[in-house]
């Protein structure tokens, strides 16, 4: 079965960087699933944070992370990464890996992911 695995979270100060990985399992992580990260602050709905298309030539991302994280995969490793940097106490969340078969529909919308992973924390000091 589809298994999605993250990994990566952590605490850091204002400024800082985190790495996530997302590892796949039970499905081909190849040209056909687009793969996105989504987050959720305490009382606050599942937010899309970034998407990156199935052979990884587009990219989207969320206005409040543009220009500070980066989306990228790798196919042969079946793991997907969001490079977060100049981190923010607004970015802290419980960040989530989703897979969609076929393309990426270009926005961010977390019903159109049907496969999602557990979640990793990350906390930003101030």
């Known amino acids: 079965h589809v298994q999605l695995v993250e990994s990566g979270g952590g605490s850091v100060q204002a400024g800082g960087s985190l790495r996530l990985s997302c590892s796949a399992s039970?499905?081909?992580?190849?040209?056909?699933?687009?793969m996105g990260w989504f987050r959720q602050a305490p009382g606050k709905e599942r937010e899309g944070v970034a998407a990156?298309?199935?052979?990884?030539?587009?990219?989207y991302y969320g206005k409040p992370v543009k220009g500070r994280f980066t989306i990228s995969r790798d196919n042969a490793e079946k793991t997907v990464y969001l490079q977060m940097n100049s981190l923010k106490p607004e970015d802290i969340a419980m960040y989530y890996c989703?897979?969609?078969?076929?393309?990426?529909?270009?926005?961010?919308?977390?019903?159109?992911?049907?496969?999602w992973g557990q979640g990793t924390q990350v906390t930003v000091s101030s």
């Open positions: 039970g499905f081909p992580l190849n040209s056909e699933y687009c």
């Open positions: 989703a897979s969609r078969k076929w393309g990426c529909t270009g926005e961010l919308r977390a019903e159109d992911y049907s496969a």
């Open positions: 990156i298309s199935p052979g990884g030539q587009l990219t």
